[in-house]
């Protein structure tokens, strides 16, 4: 039986749902799963199935406890007034204590977005896990597994937030916790809502994972080096393909061949002056020789130099795509698609295309080069550094316009994304992720500087 009192505290109204709004401090479901049959539904009778419900601001305004996804389905069918039920002198901790009965037992809620909900109960209030597990008669394991997940890496969280065949679990989350790498993390992490890995799936991915880093360091001593430049050393064991480490640098060379710089020149000299080294050489050569790196400062105003990097903005894991090309051919967004390998935020991300071994030709010239789309594709994923085996990604010389002003330089160093050019072979490494290791040699007061790449395989 209902009380007068219980009359008093809540009552049902029909409200005008633009004066109901959300409560800033409580985290926000982002699925709404399908919004649009609810909202049909809702259309067609005129009103809610069952009353949202709402607490009554100073203003005499409404805010938002618990029925999101009625209320936006509401909206989205165009209805201004729906039932909802008042409730006067609702307090933050009932807000809280309510808003968690109401999506508990929702069938498709989100542990991410549950341990959000119990940090935010937790910050807001100053209270602890135990204290909320209590009150909503929850073991306390439940709360600290779910909030245990927050460590996760936030581009996962927000992955998982969104993933609406709830592909991802507790258990997933807590498996990967086993993990300190946050890369790795992230993506098996990946992997399990694109492949919808079970528990055990996962557990045998990072069994493997941690048996092999085990290897990797017993092993650190005895590392091989492999010099793409020299077909002795090429092996088909792919066996060893990950204890690999991959010099993808060209080599200095008086052959070759671009019209915007002179050639490397060599000149063997002496010295006149007593008590020094009698033979020495100078190279002369232009920055831009080989694979190089160029520098922000020189395209966009107020860019950093590159000296001005920390050395570890040079160094990290990547992959190399197969974007293979024919002369003057631009790479699309399609080609890095086809790959099929995974891009993550802060990547280093090299494009194989096949020049390099045109390298010392008249045809290095004519090359592949990078299509706008692309770039900007790759500012979206936030990754730190690209490369390419090209003598740039810009067009080739005959396909510019005039006024040409190296557009997408510009556009990439305005981002933050760095850019290293006229990379060695790449064709071993094609679809790996990898580990990546870019030197510059810095001379201060040049705008380009020749850099040494390595790389390693990872898988």
Request: proline share 4%; with cysteine.
């Amino acid at each position: 039986m209902i009380s007068s009192t219980d009359l008093e505290k809540e009552q049902i109204q029909k409200i005008d749902v633009n004066t109901i709004s959300l409560i800033d401090w409580l985290p926000e479901r982002v699925d709404m799963g399908d919004i649009v049959s609810l909202a049909r539904s809702i259309k067609k009778k005129g009103d809610v199935d069952v009353p949202i419900k709402v607490r009554r601001t100073d203003t005499g305004a409404y805010e938002l406890i618990w029925g999101r996804r009625r209320l936006e389905a509401a909206k989205l069918a165009g209805i201004s007034k729906i039932s909802c039920i008042v409730e006067n002198n609702a307090s933050d901790e009932e807000v809280f204590r309510q808003h968690a009965v109401e999506n508990l037992h929702r069938q498709e809620k989100n542990c991410i977005e549950e341990a959000e909900f119990f940090e935010a109960w937790k910050r807001r209030l100053n209270t602890t896990y135990d204290k909320i597990a209590q009150i909503l008669g929850l073991d306390i394991k439940y709360v600290y597994n779910r909030t245990a997940l927050l460590s996760l890496p936030v581009s996962l969280r927000e992955k998982i937030k969104k993933d609406s065949k709830r592909s991802f679990g507790v258990y997933h989350g807590l498996l990967l916790l086993k993990i300190k790498d946050k890369k790795i993390q992230e993506e098996l992490g990946y992997k399990v809502i694109e492949e919808q890995l079970s528990v055990r799936e996962l557990e045998e991915e990072i069994k493997s994972i941690l048996v092999e880093n085990s290897r990797e360091k017993s092993s650190l001593l005895h590392e091989v080096f492999e010099d793409n430049s020299s077909p002795s050393t090429t092996t088909n064991s792919s066996s060893k393909l990950d204890r690999l480490y991959f010099d993808l640098t060209l080599p200095f060379s008086q052959k070759s061949i671009n019209p915007l710089f002179p050639p490397l020149r060599i000149v063997n000299t002496h010295s006149k002056r007593p008590k020094m080294i009698n033979k020495f050489q100078i190279l002369m050569f232009s920055t831009h020789t080989g694979t190089h790196i160029d520098s922000p400062h020189k395209f966009v105003r107020g860019g950093k130099k590159i000296d001005e990097y920390p050395l570890e903005r040079f160094m990290g894991r990547g992959v190399v795509l197969n974007t293979t090309k024919h002369e003057n051919e631009p790479i699309r967004l399609n080609d890095i698609k086809e790959s099929d390998v995974r891009i993550l935020e802060k990547d280093i991300v090299l494009f194989h295309t096949g020049w390099a071994e045109k390298y010392g030709s008249e045809k290095y010239i004519k090359h592949p080069y990078l299509s706008e789309e692309v770039a900007y594709w790759l500012i979206k994923k936030k990754v730190k550094l690209i490369g390419i085996d090209t003598p740039t990604i810009e067009k080739p010389l005959a396909m510019r316009e005039n006024g040409f002003n190296y557009p997408l330089h510009r556009l990439l160093f305005k981002n933050d994304v760095l850019i290293v050019e006229g990379l060695g072979d790449m064709k071993r490494l094609v679809g790996k992720r990898v580990i990546v290791y870019i030197l510059p040699l810095v001379f201060h007061g040049a705008d380009t500087y020749p850099v040494k790449v390595i790389a390693r395989a990872l898988a």
